[in-house]
């Protein structure tokens, strides 16, 4: 899990491997991707830019040539079928593929114009900036109040005193406000404020999202990534995630990953799809996307038609 | 018969049948109990029992046992009992019956009718394989009783006649003495016996099929399971009830007769054999230094090993690539693990000693059982770290936090049940451990007096580096497990004034049975803590 070795950030020409992308699962050919589809123009700023993003895990090559922009305070969805490279993408976001070990990645991510993939970029800063929610509920095993102060606590955020550490009681005024605000802009603050010192993984799937999300914002991110984050829960915590997303991204940029075509309509701004083979195939505002997509293969697939 | 295509659904109520097969069950519950406690020889086979001579009572239970499972088993074969049996008992339960059966027409044959040892095997093989063809043959209600109710009645007929009775004997007739007694076999042969009685009469009572099937595993195993407690229970009793008068020999209890603790405070009780070393002296002997011995020598291994393994374990579950080098450690680690404890105390004779002064001393005998301790501590803490789950780590990665921060919140508090564990069993082994101490701390003779290492009071400054030095720690000092040891051979420690030797040698091993079962309470205590710590609150 080394870090930097892997990752490479030269602007490498791009190799257009176009016969490939015509092929899909069965083998049948299909219309050929055009560049104009993935070129999306939104009012605002860029938060993040891709250009020419390529990983390989070892010799597989998982995600192709992507550029793509994801505009500031918005929600960007990520949609495609298993193994099209749409989680491989948000994780190259925060450079999350550097901690697997085979992976390597070429091309360049910008965060807020600055290069991500170079030598010398500092993973905590980074991270701090780029949080992440992940697909199951990951709470540690530790108190709610430890799971959202640990992030600020490590980063020595939150000032411990000497003797309250050796107690064991590290509740500062100043860390009380950080997990209540927290939890707040998580919505799950009602619900446990009672109980800030019970065992994380005590409380049901949907609140233990919600407390991620809480801890992933606890940290003070700009942009949060979230990997099918609803996919292990119910439809009333779904919906309560849902809400919260929206809520969210008056002040955050969020990028999304979803297998739910109506959960991408309801909460996204704009939308990617990702097809087979690790491209991007069509990028744009979500009404247009699902109503009127350009490409034959992405209105099959949101259709339900394949993938 | 009726039920042979259409099982029931429903349950009816308790009816007689289910009863005589219950009552079967609970027969041969009993015939285990008695079997295992002739064993120990908490049942004397030469009294009574309940009025009757203890082998005939045996041999009764296991006639009416082996009757009762194979009437059952017949009266399902002419449909007197409703039952589902399957076709045929099956292959396990046929060898499950001519393995016994083998055994006794070899010994039928081969020394009864004196046969020789040809005679024995071809009789062997003879009952074993009518055995074998009775139960695999018939419908299942029928093998699985009828050939294991006849060995019971069998049995049990050659304990009421009084062929094999409680001064049986079989003298193998081997160039060195070597006899089979009837101490032995009544209690092994009534155990074996009880377990097929049990098995039999538990798929009878589940009416054969899949469920009687079910609930003769279940018999079979819950047998065990409880034959694991009841060694366990044995052996603790047996040594309790022999160490006890040795343990409470010259105990007097009365404000101010104690010892004086923490300075100030005098202990209203006094236990001299807990609370004396070996003192010409003395009224009483005991094995104070000893029990002092043990536990600093417990704790030095443990804070040699613990943070030598963990550490270990760290470098090889979070940072080391896996490849040749990582397999060379799990390997010479695995082998570290095997190796036998006199080696150990080898190494530490010859390496060790002529370094710490030329003697034997605590800190040697604290690094050995370190070195010893260290493998099972770096393995288990290994397994523990790498069963923590990777999203923890991705989580906190997400996060930013650096490596070894999340290594030392989120994994290390995570693993820290099963690396208790770890460090609980290794103790356990090295408490015990005779070998090692043998060569590398304890005197040939014993520490004489009432010299109780004072480690904590050993520490002094000196002038010259390293500045500190702790002459008791150097010095030659004695541990239980060695201590019993020399007691067995040589007598040693006795002093002339005991005036029963044997209860001050079974007073000694219960004593440090009390230690390492002490040692395993803190572990266990510690362990469910941090577990609870991990858990819902």
Same mark, same amino acid.
């Given at each position: 899990m080394s870090n930097s070795q892997q990752t490479t950030s030269q602007h490498q020409t791009r190799t257009t491997d176009s016969d490939q992308s015509l092929e899909t699962t069965s083998g049948e050919t299909v219309e050929e991707t055009e560049e104009a589809w993935v070129e999306y123009d939104f009012q605002g700023d860029a938060k993040m830019v891709a250009e020419d993003l390529d990983v390989y895990y070892g010799d597989d090559h998982a995600l192709k040539g992507v550029s793509m922009e994801i505009p500031e305070e918005s929600v960007t969805a990520l949609v495609g079928p298993s193994g099209c490279g749409k989680s491989t993408y948000l994780r190259s976001l925060n450079r999350m593929n550097d901690r697997i070990d085979a992976a390597r990645v070429e091309g360049s991510v910008q965060l807020d114009g600055k290069e991500i993939y170079q030598d010398g970029i500092n993973l905590v800063e980074l991270r701090k900036r780029v949080g992440m929610v992940f697909q199951s509920p990951n709470p540690f095993p530790k108190s709610i109040r430890d799971n959202i102060a640990y992030g600020p606590r490590k980063h020595g955020d939150i000032e411990t005193g000497l003797l309250a550490r050796m107690l064991g009681r590290d509740d500062s005024e100043e860390e009380r406000e950080l997990v209540e605000r927290a939890l707040k802009q998580a919505a799950l603050w009602d619900e446990v404020q009672d109980r800030l010192d019970d065992n994380a993984l005590g409380l049901s799937g949907g609140q233990q999202q919600r407390l991620c999300i809480a801890r992933c914002l606890s940290v003070g991110p700009e942009v949060i990534l979230m990997d099918e984050p609803a996919s292990a829960l119910d439809p009333i915590a779904t919906a309560k995630i849902e809400d919260l997303i929206d809520s969210l991204a008056e002040e955050y940029t969020v990028v999304i990953v979803t297998h739910n075509m109506q959960q991408a309509a309801r909460i996204s701004d704009q939308t990617a799809v990702f097809l087979t083979g690790g491209k991007l195939v069509e990028y744009g505002d979500t009404d247009q996307i699902f109503e009127n997509p350009q490409s034959q293969r992405v209105e099959d697939y949101i259709t339900g038609k394949f993938g | 018969m009726a039920g042979a295509t259409q099982s029931r659904l429903v349950e009816g109520d308790t009816t007689l049948t289910d009863a005589v097969a219950a009552v079967a069950v609970g027969l041969s519950a009993t015939l285990f109990v008695l079997a295992v406690a002739a064993m120990f020889e908490r049942v004397s086979l030469t009294g009574t029992l309940v009025g009757l001579p203890t082998v005939t009572l045996l041999g009764g239970l296991l006639v009416a046992l082996g009757g009762t499972v194979a009437a059952f088993g017949l009266g399902s074969w002419v449909g007197y009992v409703e039952t589902d049996p399957d076709a045929t008992a099956g292959l396990i339960a046929s060898f499950g019956a001519a393995v016994p059966w083998f055994v006794i027409g070899g010994g039928v044959v081969s020394q009864t009718l004196g046969l020789g040892t040809a005679g024995g095997v071809v009789g062997g093989?003879?009952? +074993? +394989?009518?055995?074998?063809?009775?139960? $695999?043959?018939?419908?299942?209600?029928?093998?699985?009783?009828?050939?294991?109710?006849?060995?019971?009645?069998?049995?049990?007929? @050659?304990?009421?006649?009084?062929?094999?009775?409680?001064?049986?004997?079989?003298?193998?007739?081997?160039?060195?003495?070597?006899?089979?007694?009837?101490?032995?076999?009544?209690?092994?042969?009534?155990?074996?016996?009880?377990?097929?009685?049990?098995?039999?009469?538990?798929?009878?009572?589940?009416?054969?099929?899949?469920?009687?099937?079910?609930?003769?595993?279940?018999?079979?195993?819950?047998?065990?399971?409880?034959?694991?407690?009841?060694?366990?229970?044995?052996?603790?009793?047996?040594?309790?009830?022999?160490?006890?008068?040795?343990?409470?020999?010259?105990?007097?209890?009365?404000?101010?007769?104690?010892?004086?603790?923490?300075?100030?405070?005098?202990?209203?009780?006094?236990?001299?054999?807990?609370?004396?070393?070996?003192?010409?002296?003395?009224?009483?002997?005991?094995?104070?230094?000893?029990?002092?011995?043990?536990?600093?020598?417990?704790?030095?291994?443990?804070?040699?090993? @613990?943070?030598?393994?963990?550490?270990?374990?760290?470098?090889?579950?979070?940072?080391?690539?896996?490849?040749?080098?990582?397999?060379?450690?799990?390997?010479?680690?695995?082998?570290?693990?095997?190796?036998?404890?006199?080696?150990?105390?080898?190494?530490?004779?010859?390496?060790?000693?002529?370094?710490?002064?030329?003697?034997?001393?605590?800190?040697?005998?604290?690094?050995?059982?370190?070195?010893?301790?260290?493998?099972?501590?770096?393995?288990?803490?290994?397994?523990?770290?790498?069963?923590?789950?990777?999203?923890?780590?991705?989580?906190?990665?997400?996060?930013? @936090?650096?490596?070894?921060?999340?290594?030392?919140?989120?994994?290390?508090?995570?693993?820290?049940?099963?690396?208790?564990?770890?460090?609980?069993?290794?103790?356990?082994?090295? $408490?015990?451990?005779?070998?090692?101490?043998?060569?590398?701390?304890?005197?040939?003779?014993?520490?004489?007096? +009432?010299?109780?290492?004072?480690?904590?009071?050993?520490?002094?400054?000196?002038?010259?580096?390293?500045?500190?030095?702790?002459?008791?720690?150097?010095?030659?000092?004695?541990?239980?497990?060695?201590?019993?040891?020399?007691?067995?051979?040589?007598?040693?420690?006795?002093?002339?004034?005991?005036?029963?030797?044997?209860?001050?040698?079974?007073?000694?091993?219960?004593?440090?049975?009390?230690?390492?079962?002490?040692?395993?309470?803190?572990?266990?205590?510690?362990?469910?803590?941090?577990?609870?710590?991990?858990?819902?609150?």
């Amino acid at each position: 899990m080394s870090n930097s070795q892997q990752t490479t950030s030269q602007h490498q020409t791009r190799t257009t491997d176009s016969d490939q992308s015509l092929e899909t699962t069965s083998g049948e050919t299909v219309e050929e991707t055009e560049e104009a589809w993935v070129e999306y123009d939104f009012q605002g700023d860029a938060k993040m830019v891709a250009e020419d993003l390529d990983v390989y895990y070892g010799d597989d090559h998982a995600l192709k040539g992507v550029s793509m922009e994801i505009p500031e305070e918005s929600v960007t969805a990520l949609v495609g079928p298993s193994g099209c490279g749409k989680s491989t993408y948000l994780r190259s976001l925060n450079r999350m593929n550097d901690r697997i070990d085979a992976a390597r990645v070429e091309g360049s991510v910008q965060l807020d114009g600055k290069e991500i993939y170079q030598d010398g970029i500092n993973l905590v800063e980074l991270r701090k900036r780029v949080g992440m929610v992940f697909q199951s509920p990951n709470p540690f095993p530790k108190s709610i109040r430890d799971n959202i102060a640990y992030g600020p606590r490590k980063h020595g955020d939150i000032e411990t005193g000497l003797l309250a550490r050796m107690l064991g009681r590290d509740d500062s005024e100043e860390e009380r406000e950080l997990v209540e605000r927290a939890l707040k802009q998580a919505a799950l603050w009602d619900e446990v404020q009672d109980r800030l010192d019970d065992n994380a993984l005590g409380l049901s799937g949907g609140q233990q999202q919600r407390l991620c999300i809480a801890r992933c914002l606890s940290v003070g991110p700009e942009v949060i990534l979230m990997d099918e984050p609803a996919s292990a829960l119910d439809p009333i915590a779904t919906a309560k995630i849902e809400d919260l997303i929206d809520s969210l991204a008056e002040e955050y940029t969020v990028v999304i990953v979803t297998h739910n075509m109506q959960q991408a309509a309801r909460i996204s701004d704009q939308t990617a799809v990702f097809l087979t083979g690790g491209k991007l195939v069509e990028y744009g505002d979500t009404d247009q996307i699902f109503e009127n997509p350009q490409s034959q293969r992405v209105e099959d697939y949101i259709t339900g038609k394949f993938g | 018969m009726a039920g042979a295509t259409q099982s029931r659904l429903v349950e009816g109520d308790t009816t007689l049948t289910d009863a005589v097969a219950a009552v079967a069950v609970g027969l041969s519950a009993t015939l285990f109990v008695l079997a295992v406690a002739a064993m120990f020889e908490r049942v004397s086979l030469t009294g009574t029992l309940v009025g009757l001579p203890t082998v005939t009572l045996l041999g009764g239970l296991l006639v009416a046992l082996g009757g009762t499972v194979a009437a059952f088993g017949l009266g399902s074969w002419v449909g007197y009992v409703e039952t589902d049996p399957d076709a045929t008992a099956g292959l396990i339960a046929s060898f499950g019956a001519a393995v016994p059966w083998f055994v006794i027409g070899g010994g039928v044959v081969s020394q009864t009718l004196g046969l020789g040892t040809a005679g024995g095997v071809v009789g062997g093989v003879v009952a +074993g +394989g009518v055995a074998f063809v009775a139960t $695999a043959v018939p419908r299942e209600d029928v093998g699985s009783t009828v050939p294991l109710g006849a060995l019971l009645a069998f049995v049990g007929a @050659v304990f009421l006649t009084g062929t094999i009775g409680p001064d049986w004997l079989w003298d193998l007739g081997w160039e060195q003495q070597a006899s089979i007694t009837a101490e032995f076999l009544v209690p092994v042969a009534t155990l074996f016996c009880a377990l097929y009685g049990g098995w039999a009469a538990a798929k009878a009572y589940g009416r054969f099929g899949a469920r009687g099937r079910h609930m003769g595993a279940y018999v079979l195993v819950y047998l065990n399971a409880l034959s694991i407690v009841a060694f366990l229970f044995i052996l603790i009793a047996f040594v309790v009830v022999r160490g006890l008068p040795g343990l409470l020999h010259g105990v007097r209890i009365g404000a101010g007769v104690g010892p004086q603790v923490f300075g100030s405070v005098q202990l209203p009780v006094y236990v001299p054999f807990v609370m004396n070393g070996v003192a010409l002296l003395n009224d009483f002997q005991g094995v104070l230094p000893a029990i002092v011995g043990t536990i600093w020598l417990v704790v030095g291994a443990v804070l040699f090993a @613990v943070p030598l393994g963990v550490g270990a374990a760290i470098f090889l579950t979070e940072y080391a690539e896996r490849g040749r080098f990582t397999q060379a450690v799990e390997v010479a680690t695995n082998g570290l693990w095997s190796t036998p404890s006199i080696v150990f105390g080898l190494f530490g004779f010859a390496f060790l000693i002529p370094r710490f002064g030329n003697r034997k001393s605590l800190l040697a005998g604290m690094l050995t059982l370190g070195f010893m301790l260290l493998p099972l501590v770096l393995i288990t803490s290994r397994e523990a770290m790498l069963s923590v789950p990777d999203e923890y780590r991705d989580a906190s990665a997400a996060l930013g @936090v650096k490596k070894w921060q999340t290594i030392r919140s989120v994994v290390l508090p995570a693993a820290l049940p099963g690396v208790i564990t770890g460090v609980i069993l290794g103790v356990g082994r090295i $408490a015990g451990e005779t070998a090692p101490i043998l060569l590398t701390m304890a005197g040939g003779t014993f520490v004489p007096g +009432g010299q109780t290492v004072d480690v904590i009071g050993g520490f002094e400054f000196t002038g010259s580096p390293p500045f500190v030095a702790n002459p008791e720690l150097l010095q030659a000092t004695s541990a239980l497990p060695y201590q019993l040891y020399a007691l067995i051979t040589a007598g040693v420690g006795l002093g002339s004034n005991v005036s029963d030797p044997d209860g001050f040698r079974w007073a000694t091993a219960l004593i440090l049975l009390v230690v390492v079962l002490s040692f395993y309470a803190i572990g266990i205590g510690a362990r469910y803590y941090f577990r609870q710590r991990l858990k819902h609150e």
